[in-house]
């Protein structure tokens, strides 16, 4: 995301956790200005090391409710038979990475509010919160956290319900359009449409803001930019997922297929295949049979030392259910094993019989040929 590396922090439910390093800017940005502006005017006369230390907790309880506001959409979307990949902090906020696409308007509309649902939930705890700490007479160190998770949350909903693709709310349009046309390329294109309208009228009000003196709206600039480039991104994407969706792996596949037996060792792998070959990834095969892919980047998370020792049996990716795809399926289906995290290759196999191989090159091809007769 954004050309940076991001860093897996745990796993919960089953589904990873990851933090891009754009996401560190934001934390910064939000930490400063609480600890600057926000409460040094909430809470006067504490000292500032108080206000950095609070400052800190309240960002960190904040990113928290936006790592529960994404589980929310993964755990309904799973539910629904969907499989989620990752969930990722980046710099605007989170997003969850889902392998399919919705497989009706429903599943769509219910994982879509799921997340503005818990944000709200989310407020409304920190709501009745406040009401009892205040009824106590709990001192202001405490209560102010809790009053701004209180209206943060609810902001973070009402902004993530606004009806522009992807938004949330953009999502709950898509699937109210689906379901009125029973077309989720034309729900796509308007719901984009009106994520594109959400966009410029955000910058509008930056623009406006700032001329006169507001310059804190430069946010919605930023925020106005981002939405209306996601927006017209989003539907390009499910264009041409609905074009691969028409073309089969047996159209793009490479065959015959060049594989390396299970017993090879990695230096044997190394100066025979790698080095000098065409490619970056190999079927691993066994007594005839597939196993497994070995790549590159296996090799070189292995030790030097032991490429004498270790076989290429030992260091493929043998998850099988994620390499191995039949002739017929579409390319569709299989884009996100073909992403950089994934097994980056698919193996085609036809009655038990290594067909072909698919990799992100062949399908880079097709698409830029796609491209050209358009």
């Known amino acids: 995301m954004f050309g940076l590396r991001s860093f897996t922090i745990g796993r919960f439910f089953g589904i990873p956790l990851e933090v891009n390093s754009s996401w560190f800017l934001v934390f910064f940005l939000v930490a400063y200005t609480l600890s600057t502006s926000y409460l040094p005017a909430a809470m006067p006369g504490q000292p500032s090391s108080v206000h950095v230390f609070i400052a800190l907790a309240m960002t960190a309880a904040f990113f ?8 929310a959409h993964s755990l309904v979307a799973r539910a629904g038979g969907l499989k989620i990949s990752r969930i990722t902090l980046f710099v605007f906020g ?3 990475q889902m392998e399919d696409e919705p497989t009706g ?17 989310l407020s409304a705890v920190c709501f009745g919160a406040m009401a009892l700490m205040r009824s106590a007479h709990v001192t202001s160190t405490l209560l102010i956290p809790v009053q701004y998770l209180a209206y943060i949350n609810l902001s973070v909903a009402v902004f993530n319900l606004l009806p522009g693709f992807p938004l949330d709310g953009g999502r709950v349009l898509r699937s109210i359009l689906w379901a009125l046309t029973g077309d989720m390329l034309k729900a796509t294109r308007w719901a984009s449409r009106m994520g594109q309208l ?3 009228a955000l910058i509008a009000i930056a623009v406006v803001g700032v001329l006169n003196g507001s310059l804190d709206l430069i946010w919605f600039a930023v925020m106005g930019w981002f939405l209306s480039t996601l927006a017209g991104a989003a539907y390009q994407q499910q264009l041409l ?15 015959p297929v060049a594989f390396v037996s299970s017993d090879t060792t990695l230096e044997e792998m190394a100066h025979s295949y790698f080095l000098g070959g065409r490619h970056s990834r190999y079927p691993v095969v066994s ?6 892919l070995i790549e590159l980047q296996a090799m070189r998370d292995m030790p030097r030392d032991e490429w004498a020792s270790k076989t290429v049996g030992e260091a493929a990716h043998t998850d099988l259910a994620a390499v191995v795809a039949t002739p017929d399926v579409t390319i569709d289906r299989v884009l996100s094993r073909l992403e950089p995290s994934g097994p980056g290759a698919v193996l085609v196999v036809e009655d038990g019989r290594l ?3 698919v990799t992100r090159a062949d399908v880079i091809r097709l698409v830029s040929s796609m491209d050209r007769q358009q």
């Open 198 to 200: 959400l966009g410029y």
């Open 355 to 357: 067909a072909g191989i």
């Open 241 to 255: 997922k609905v074009r691969l969706s028409e073309v089969p792996l047996s159209a793009v596949m490479s065959s």
């Open 105 to 121: 308007p429903g599943l769509e509309f219910l994982m879509a509010f799921a997340g503005p649902a818990m944000s709200l939930v």
């Open 94 to 96: 989170g997003v969850s």
């Open 287 to 292: 007594e005839g049979k597939v196993i497994g």
């Open 64 to 71: 928290a409710s936006i790592v529960l506001h994404e589980f």
